[in-house]
């Protein structure tokens, strides 16, 4: 369907910046944003296409947690656009947005269901699935992904480390056999070791499986060395955007974020 | 002691249905951290949807069980959106006085459809007496029990075992992340409602069989309901079901060791003890 909405734009000779509109996976368009009266997102436009990595970087407060709500739905933008491969998804529910568009939000501070245990927050990852079998085969390959968290199968989610809290929300996320995977801050409570671990493998999850992400982290130096792009957000903007790289080089982020 | 084994007996009975009351007030409060006032009264209500099925169409209660429940599920998933659905996320004190405010709605249509007479269900087909060891129990309230027990059970294993009883192990755990993961928090609350209403109206047609039924008939019941949820640990089905067997035993020990007019005294001094000591319940894990 959306390769022929594609083609009938191209036909009815649209410019060229609404045929990417509708082949982007992701499109945010002057989005502004935020809870009862106070305007955390102000005008961000931003784009994450199918297979792609995409950082957010930006310090606390800039409205990165909010980026990621807005997109999941669970807060609700005050104008603007949100679209997943071109259809628009603002005002729909959370659910199905999770549902439907298969978009996975690993939050800020896990959110793990604590008293469960990790199969059961696992196994409820795929919670919109109802075929048995895929649900053991995904199982299979996230645990495979997360050898850890095969061993601590039948533990209580709650009482495991913040890294191993951190895997866990991950592999929940990934049960959803995800378009899109959402990440807030997987680097925080986490200690450095396992951090660098949970980085390779989300690398590993974008090249082997072609899940797009959509990384935000406070952390810079990892989170743009391995984006194809980032955006760098300031006070609920866009401050700056590029290749990953290119932008850790650049003035705005060094002068902002490494002092230099 | 020659009425102990009657007493013991009775009293375990007794708790049985305590316990299939209690799983309900518990269900709702662990999922949406709100106390239904008005649960027992919903119970009430069933007991007089019993007795009309009764007089007026000559339904056993026996028979009625599956329709009652089923209306009452029905009632409890429309008292969540007309009602409970617009007080959540407020203030304690709003959903407080809302559920307050449904016991007396309730209490004040059964006086005004049903007079505040006492009723009862005549000879329904679960009569007589039954003896248990050196005790002697109305049939009517061994199977009270006994039923009691089972439904407790089946629904425990229904979220234990589940699919959608593990959505609303993981609704009551973490409401903001439930949808994350595609679940309809709304749903789930919806469904506990229903639960809640079908479990504690199954209770009502139980006690129908050998209980007096008149408009504030749920006053007591929800008392030492709470009184179990508490003991039991707020959330905890299995907790509920164990407190609510205690509380029986205990109300009826202490009716026959102290006096039956402080059997009461004896529950809720209890209650205020467990309260101040462990407030989390035997069972519980709610912080």
């Not at chain 1, 085969?137 to 495991?160: C, D, H, I, K, N």
């Not at chain 2, 429940?69 to 009632?75: N, P, S």
């Amino acid at each position: 369907m959306k390769k022929n909405e594609t083609e009938a734009a191209k036909a009815a000779n649209y410019p060229e910046e609404d045929l990417s509109r509708l082949s982007r996976l992701l499109r945010l368009e002057k989005v502004s944003s935020g809870y009862e009266g106070t305007n955390v997102l102000s005008d961000v436009s931003l784009y994450v296409d199918k297979g792609e990595f995409v950082s957010i970087v930006g310090s606390n407060g800039a409205g990165k947690s909010t980026l990621l709500r807005t997109i999941s739905g669970t807060v609700r933008p005050r104008s603007g656009e949100v679209r997943f491969e071109g259809r628009p998804i603002v005002g729909r529910d959370p659910a199905d947005v999770v549902r439907e568009c298969r978009i996975s939000h690993v939050p800020e501070g896990r959110l793990l269901f604590p008293r469960m245990t990790v199969y059961q927050n696992l196994m409820l990852g795929a919670f919109t699935t109802r075929n048995k079998k895929r649900k053991e085969e995904r199982l299979a390959y996230v645990m495979e992904l997360f050898p850890r968290l095969a061993e601590r199968s039948r533990q209580s989610a709650g009482t495991m480390s913040g890294g191993e809290q951190q895997m866990c929300a991950i592999a929940r996320g990934l049960m959803l056999e995800p378009r899109l995977l959402m990440l807030d801050e997987p680097s925080l409570g986490v200690q450095p070791n396992i951090v660098a671990r949970i980085y390779e493998t989300l690398e590993k999850i974008n090249k082997q499986e072609g899940i797009a992400v959509l990384l935000v982290e406070q952390d810079i130096h990892h989170s743009l060395r391995m984006a194809d792009r980032a955006y760098v957000m300031q006070t609920g903007r866009i401050a700056a955007e590029g290749r990953g790289a290119e932008l850790l080089e650049s003035e705005l982020v060094r002068k902002a974020y490494l002092g230099l | 002691m020659e009425h102990i084994e009657q007493v013991l007996v009775s009293g375990l009975f007794a708790g049985m249905v305590y316990g299939l009351i209690s799983i309900g007030l518990s269900l709702i409060w662990g999922i949406m951290d709100m106390v239904n006032f008005a649960h027992s009264d919903f119970m009430m209500l069933a007991m007089y949807f019993t007795y009309l099925l009764f007089s007026k169409l000559g339904l056993d209660p026996l028979f009625s069980l599956p329709l009652v429940a089923a209306g009452m599920f029905c009632l409890g998933v429309l008292t969540y959106f007309l009602v409970i659905r617009h007080v959540i996320g407020g203030e304690l004190v709003q959903q407080t006085l809302c559920t307050f405010g449904l016991v007396v709605l309730l209490q004040s249509v059964a006086q005004y459809l049903w007079t505040g007479n006492y009723q009862m269900i005549n000879e329904p087909l679960v009569s007589g007496n039954i003896r248990i060891f050196a005790a002697s129990l109305s049939k009517g309230q061994v199977v009270a029990g006994v039923a009691s027990l089972f439904l407790a059970g089946a629904i425990w294993w229904v979220i234990q075992k589940t699919r959608i009883g593990w959505a609303l192990m993981a609704t009551a755990q973490n409401r903001y992340s439930a949808p994350l993961v595609g679940i309809k928090v709304d749903r789930m609350f919806a469904l506990a409602w229903g639960i809640g209403l079908a479990s504690v109206g199954a209770a009502g047609v139980f006690l129908a069989n050998y209980y007096y039924i008149y408009p504030q008939v749920g006053a007591t019941f929800q008392l030492l309901a709470l009184v179990a949820v508490a003991l039991g640990g707020f959330g905890s089905i299995p907790g509920a079901i164990v407190a609510g067997i205690a509380v029986g035993l205990i109300e009826a020990l202490s009716g026959y060791l102290i006096e039956p007019a402080y059997k009461y005294l004896v529950v809720f001094s209890l209650y205020i003890v467990v309260v101040l000591v462990r407030p989390h319940g035997f069972f519980g894990t709610h912080s």
